[in-house]
């Protein structure tokens, strides 16, 4: 299965939701458009972001794509073994 995010092959992969639940279930509106990543972009954007920017300006796979922060650790999990966990880090 490949990330859509880093485009890596990997085993398994997660669902994030572009629209972060709460705001779904605090509008009582369907749940909002999904992604299917590999554990360790998903974690890295729950470390890097809050659920307000997820859901106000980082609502796309091209817009996380597209943030600097996330282009970097883009480029540097693509290169780590996907049969691996990758430690992620809030960048500042």
């Not at 997660?14 to 590999?38: D, F």
């Not at 360790?40 to 729950?46: D, W």
């Amino acid at each position: 299965m490949q990330c859509e995010l880093c485009d890596r092959e990997v085993e398994r992969l997660s669902v994030h939701h572009l629209i972060p639940r709460q705001y779904s279930k605090r509008k009582k509106t369907q749940i909002g458009p999904t992604a299917e990543i590999c554990s360790a972009c998903h974690r890295q954007i729950h470390a890097l972001f809050d659920n307000k920017r997820l859901g106000e300006e980082l609502n796309t796979i091209e817009k996380l794509k597209n943030e600097s922060q996330m282009q970097k650790f883009i480029a540097w999990v693509r290169k780590q073994n996907p049969q691996k966990r990758v430690t992620v880090h809030r960048q500042r």
